[in-house]
């Protein structure tokens, strides 16, 4: 049958193709695999060969069968099938699907563009096809007749009255049980199918990429997919419903993969989308490609004097071969992992003794030592036995180790005890030291921060005295030079004065002596007259200061200055 329905799908119900995992990062010698065509492997000891891609799980794919009334919707849409259809069942001699009524514009039941309408004839689905008005009228044309409503075209699913029309997107799919209750997927496509004998159930419409569970790994807290599990309600022969799982569905990542298994044979599935519907195929598991690390503690190990000793270990690696891991009965690389580490490290401890271990802590690229520390032994055998028989034993379960160290240890027992004790001293001791040096060194500084802020504070002061007497004697000097300048000043000042004085003095005495008239010396003295008794008031008593009485006044005062110089004497 020519139709869109799963052609990537047409001869397997595993949704998309099955290869080996490539490993152009490895070594030729640490090849895993040499063979690239290794899709599965059957698991039972008895038989070993090989098995082709999807071999076990093929199955018929029920969607692409014959089936009477069975239509894909191909690019000419629903109405197209429905057309078809309907062809089919009026050949056949059955009543055909599309009703011959013909659409109004003024009254009646509205079927609009896009939709179909649906009409119950007398238990038999009838379809409008046609957008417009059916009237109720006349009344013939509704006899036995019974108006359900309309559904759209675009719907992604219709059942009625035992027609089912399913179309889904590009993310979408559809799982869908026949009349025979087998099971078949539908994918980026449609049909259209009218059952006489039983229905067509669509049990499910599922978005591939947002599946309901997430799948982690239980370990590392990876996401390492998503599944969905549709299940259908069937009676039993107690009239009671019970559920039963038809398919599941898977989203792997990238750099993620599955393993399914069909009794003691085990395929590889890798990232994609797929659904699985044979029911002898199951998941057994979701792994990771990628790299991982973990810290993981290792069961109590005896020395070789009987000191039990706990290993706290760090593991990076990356898993390259999952067959081969769920070959030898794995559910996740940890688990192998861990056994064989622990019986790897269980072999190499027994036959150290405890004084070999008990100085090292550690395995790291910070205590590569070049073998005279007694505690060497150790370290060397970790470095070279451990990670050579764990890269070597990690190989055949499909996985690469790459990086091994022990971060700790713990002894225990009676010896580990006493030994705990004198360390617990020890650092104590080692503390206590610590501490009084601490305090000492403390104090130190404190003096020497004492001593220097006392240095700071004598520079200061003694920069502070500098500044004052600098500051004195230049306002000493400013003030001196003031003065000068002042005493300058005020000397040159009286001696214009004096020398304008003289000059007016001058002036004036030209001025007068260039006066011969008489009368105007008068009249000038007189003018000198009053000016002086104004100057000096009108009850001032002048004395002349030349002729007879100036010289007897003179006498006078010459007497009395003596008489008074005697009367001191005496």
């Not at 011959?100 to 609009?112: A, C, D, L, N, Y």
């Not at 509704?142 to 409503?149: A, E, I, L």
């Not at 105007?520 to 000016?531: F, H, L, N, Q, S």
Request: glycine share 6%; proline share 4%; hydrophobic share 40%.
């Amino acid at each position: 049958m020519s139709t869109r329905i799963n052609e990537e799908d047409a001869d397997t119900v595993i949704g998309g193709p099955s290869y080996p995992v490539q490993h152009e990062d490895l070594k030729k010698s640490d090849r895993i695999d040499e063979s690239h065509d290794n899709h599965s492997t059957g698991t039972h000891p008895k038989n070993l060969e090989k098995v082709s891609l999807h071999e076990f799980s093929k199955t018929a794919d029920y969607a692409l069968e014959e089936r009477p009334f069975f239509v894909p919707i191909a690019k000419d849409g629903i109405i197209a099938a429905l057309k078809r259809i309907d062809r089919q069942l009026r050949d056949s001699g059955r009543t055909g699907l599309l009703s011959s009524k013909v659409p109004v514009s003024w009254t009646g039941r509205e079927v609009s563009p896009g939709f179909l309408g649906l009409i119950n004839h007398g238990g038999l689905p009838k379809i409008l096809t046609k957008p417009g008005r059916y009237p109720g009228f006349p009344l013939r044309n509704w006899w036995s007749r019974q108006w359900c409503g309309t559904k759209g075209l675009s719907d992604t699913a219709i059942q009625f009255q035992g027609l089912t029309v399913v179309q889904v997107s590009q993310n979408q799919a559809a799982v869908i049980s026949d009349p025979q209750n087998r099971i078949f997927v539908v994918k980026n496509s449609g049909f259209v199918a009218y059952a006489i004998d039983g229905t067509y159930d669509v049990l499910a419409v599922v978005d591939q990429t947002h599946l309901s569970t997430e799948i982690k790994d239980t370990v590392t807290d990876a996401i390492l997919g998503s599944i969905a599990e549709i299940k259908m309600r069937s009676h039993i022969a107690s009239g009671k419903e019970q559920e039963y799982v038809v398919a599941l569905f898977l989203n792997i990542p990238a750099n993620n993969c599955a393993i399914l298994q069909r009794g003691d044979d085990l395929e590889l599935l890798p990232a994609g989308q797929h659904y699985i519907t044979n029911p002898n195929v199951t998941l057994r598991g979701l792994f990771t490609l990628g790299e991982n690390q973990l810290e993981l503690p290792t069961k109590d190990i005896y020395t070789r004097d009987q000191v039990p000793v706990g290993l706290r270990i760090y593991l990076k690696w990356q898993l390259m071969e999952p067959l081969k891991l769920t070959t030898h009965g794995y559910n996740t690389p940890y688990d192998a992992l861990r056994d064989k580490t622990q019986s790897i490290l269980t072999q190499i401890v027994a036959h150290l003794d405890y004084g070999a271990m008990v100085k090292q802590r550690s395995l790291g690229p910070d205590n590569l030592e070049d073998g005279s520390d007694p505690s060497s032994a150790f370290i060397d055998a970790l470095r070279t036995r451990a990670m050579d028989e764990m890269h070597e034993a990690a190989l055949e379960y499909g996985i690469i180790l790459k990086d091994l160290a022990v971060i700790d240890r713990e002894f225990k027992g009676d010896i580990a005890s006493t030994m705990d004790k004198l360390t617990t001293r020890a650092l104590q001791a080692q503390v206590e030291a610590a501490n009084v040096d601490r305090e000492n060194s403390n104090k130190v500084k404190q003096e020497e921060g004492a001593l220097a802020v006392a240095r700071i504070k004598a520079q200061s002061r003694n920069a502070q005295a500098d500044s004052e007497a600098y500051s004195v004697i230049a306002a000493a000097k400013a003030q001196a030079e003031r003065t000068k300048i002042e005493a300058l000043a005020e000397a040159e000042a009286i001696r214009l004065t004096a020398e304008a004085d003289a000059q007016a003095v001058s002036i004036r005495a030209a001025a007068d002596a260039k006066v011969t008239d008489q009368f105007a010396r008068g009249m000038e003295m007189r003018r000198v007259e009053v000016t002086r008794v104004q100057a000096f008031g009108n009850k001032t008593v002048f004395v002349p200061t030349d002729g007879t009485g100036v010289q007897m006044g003179n006498a006078m005062a010459v007497d009395m200055a003596a008489g008074m110089a005697n009367g001191h004497e005496a």
